[in-house]
C-alpha cells in the first residue's frame, strides 16, 4: 500500500502535536512512517516486529526522513520478553 493511501485512510484520526501509538506487526514501517508524517515530532511512536531486518529497514527509512528521537523499535513475538532493536 502506497503512504499516500496510508495517509488517507489514517489521517482522521492522527492529530499533530504529543501523543503515543504503536504499530504492532509493523513490518517494514509503512503505517509508522505514515504515522510520523501525521503527528508530527512530538509523537510517541512504539514500532513492534518479529523481524530485526524490518525494524533496522525502518530506521534507516526514519533517518532518512526524519529523526530517530522518539520511536522506538521493539523486537517481540509477544510469547516471550520483548527486547529493544539496535537502531
Do not use: C
Not at 14 to 23: I, L, R, T, Y
Not at 61 to 71: G, K, P, T, Y
Amino acid at each position: 500500500m502506497q503512504r499516500s493511501h496510508i495517509i488517507r485512510l489514517i489521517e482522521r484520526a492522527v492529530q499533530p502535536g504529543e501523543s503515543f501509538w504503536a504499530d504492532f506487526g509493523s513490518g517494514d514501517g509503512a503505517f509508522t512512517l505514515a504515522l510520523r508524517k501525521l503527528g508530527g515530532p512530538d509523537m510517541e511512536l512504539y514500532s513492534v516486529d518479529l523481524s530485526d531486518a524490518r525494524l533496522n529497514r525502518q530506521a534507516k527509512a526514519f533517518v532518512r526522513e526524519f529523526d530517530l528521537s522518539r520511536l522506538h523499535l521493539i523486537h517481540a513475538d509477544f510469547q516471550g520478553e520483548p527486547r529493544v532493536a539496535a537502531a
